[in-house]
């Protein structure tokens, strides 16, 4: 099973890259997020699962391994394969998914495609209590409501920002904005747009 890859992008598109290791080419699919930070003929590493089908073999990549291994649990689940489990975390990041199962919120699930009401229930069931939240940052962070976080990316993103630019506001935006019309102004604020 192949579980790492170290080596130089040879191409990439939307759903893939490929990696040349040693003058052989792996096919990796990799989240947009991560696609959009690196260049062609750059080097890379990845943390990989191999998925093994009736017809063929596909290589899912992660930057980190936090990544890998959620996605591992969510592929386990019983409705989801590893495209939906990619699409997961192409919607969100990791800590974000986890927030939303902590908290029960499927909004942040179903707007996967093939996901729907029972199978986002269905991954908040099975993955709330394995779900690790003992240390102090991730207590922190799973406080947070994810549902207006959620629509105060769709509202940016609709206003021109990439998905990526959405989060990253997001992050910036000052705990005393907390509807969704003063985090969007906030984050319109920080970045100059209006």
Same mark, same amino acid.
């Given at each position: 099973m192949i579980t790492y890859l170290k080596g130089k992008v040879k191409y990439k598109?939307?759903?893939y890259i490929v990696i040349d290791v040693h003058d052989v080419?792996?096919?990796v699919f990799v989240v947009p997020q991560f696609q959009e930070k690196i260049k062609e003929d750059e080097a890379v590493e990845l943390y990989t699962f191999q998925?093994?089908?009736e017809d063929k073999t596909e290589l899912y990549?992660?930057?980190q391994i936090d990544? #890998?291994?959620f996605f591992e649990q969510l592929i386990h689940i019983s409705g989801i394969g590893p495209?939906?489990?990619l699409g997961i975390l192409t919607q969100a990041k990791v800590d974000e998914v986890k927030r939303a199962v902590i908290h029960g919120d499927s909004s942040l699930l179903t707007k996967v495609s093939g996901i729907g009401k029972k199978t986002a229930e269905r991954i908040i069931l099975e993955l709330k209590n394995k779900i690790d939240v003992s240390d102090k940052e991730s207590k922190e962070f799973l406080k947070g409501g994810i549902k207006d976080d959620v629509e105060t990316i769709d509202a940016l993103v609709s206003l021109g920002y990439s998905l990526s630019e959405a989060r990253?506001? #997001?992050k910036l935006i000052p705990e005393e904005a907390t509807t969704i019309e003063q985090k969007v102004k906030a984050a319109l604020?920080?970045?100059g747009k209006k």
């Open positions: 598109n939307k759903s080419g792996y096919r998925h093994v089908g990549g992660f930057e990544e #890998l291994e495209k939906s489990a990253e506001a #997001l604020k920080l970045s």
